[in-house]
């Protein structure tokens, strides 16, 4: 008898917590984007809310929390509940940065890393009438005067990358950043420059006009398959922008699951996809796990080169 009378509340427990994950989810999920409405990591959200929505049932709602230089979209997700209600697109190396560099009441890492939802590559690009063929190219050009790469700000990814070429590769140049992608690449057709240091759209963008020599990634991108990645060069920096979605720390594992699953779909639909391309962006999906240990390798690259990122008084 007394067996029994421990048993049962113990059952209880066990079946009220299964149905409680079955239920998941019962309302609305909140989609935390750090940024404003209307740029690129907007669009991505507002892009793949519907078909998330889709497969969990339950509208997803994108909100834009762009204070605080998004450290408060970050660290509101931080905080929230981990009942998976409550998710963040998560875009790195930048959020890395911001961990890193600045005083912040976050751990990036201990985010609930569910999947991986698109991809920016980055290049080394010349204008179309450039004396400079490849990377070789510069670093002999290098050795002669020091070169002028053009990024779009201090301290952003392309910033980063220029700086690659520099400390691990040997190239002398001297970094003028601008305020956008757009003003560094006029500065390089205007002249002003002699290559740039951007992100694939940019580069696609302006592909009539520039011509990339090389790509930081780990693979070479669908937009222009015929140029070299800096691995096949010899250089095994792999530096790149991934979004992907991640929740609270300590989510539960029933909800991870759920959660993941859709987003696996979600992000695989071919209607989405097609989207995203239209928009000029790359759907590169990965599972929690794999966009976890991508987001380890940014943290220390972004360790590595912190003082790139310091604050200019």
Do not use: C
């Not at 066990?14 to 079955?22: E, L, N, T, V, Y």
């Not at 998976?84 to 875009?91: A, R």
């Amino acid at each position: 008898m007394r067996v029994t009378t421990l048993i049962l509340p113990l059952l209880a427990v066990i079946f009220a917590s299964s149905a409680s994950a079955q239920k998941f989810p019962t309302r609305d999920i909140t989609l935390v984007v750090q940024f404003a409405p209307g740029g690129n990591t907007d669009v991505n959200a507002r892009l793949l809310a519907p078909y998330l929505s889709k497969e969990l049932g339950v509208p997803v709602i994108v909100e834009n929390r762009a204070s605080g230089g998004g450290y408060v979209a970050i660290n509101s997700v931080y905080r929230a509940n981990p009942d998976g209600y409550t998710l963040l697109l998560n875009v790195f190396p930048q959020n890395a940065q911001k961990e890193i560099v600045f005083d912040v009441p976050f751990r990036i890492l201990e985010l609930t890393y569910l999947a991986n939802y698109t991809k920016t590559d980055m290049f080394v690009a010349v204008a179309k009438d450039s004396p400079y063929n490849n990377l070789k190219d510069l670093l002999e050009a290098s050795r002669k005067k020091p070169l002028n790469v053009s990024v779009s700000q201090l301290g952003s990814a392309a910033h980063l990358n220029a700086m690659i070429l520099k400390r691990r590769l040997g190239v002398n140049l001297e970094v003028i950043p601008y305020p956008g992608g757009a003003q560094a690449i006029a500065a390089m057709l205007g002249g002003h420059v002699d290559f740039i240091s951007s992100d694939d759209i940019t580069v696609w963008l302006q592909r009539e006009s520039v011509r990339p020599l090389v790509a930081f990634s780990d693979q070479r991108s669908a937009k222009f398959p015929d140029v070299p990645t800096l691995g096949e060069l010899g250089e095994d920096t792999v530096s790149y922008s991934l979004i992907g979605i991640a929740g609270p720390p300590g989510m539960p594992e029933e909800v991870q699951k759920i959660l993941s699953a859709a987003l696996a779909k979600a992000i695989q639909n071919p209607e989405l996809i097609e989207k995203v391309q239209k928009s000029g962006g790359t759907v590169h999906y990965l599972p929690g796990p794999e966009f976890h240990n991508a987001a380890r390798s940014f943290y220390k690259l972004v360790t590595e080169y912190k003082d790139i990122f310091e604050e200019k008084k």
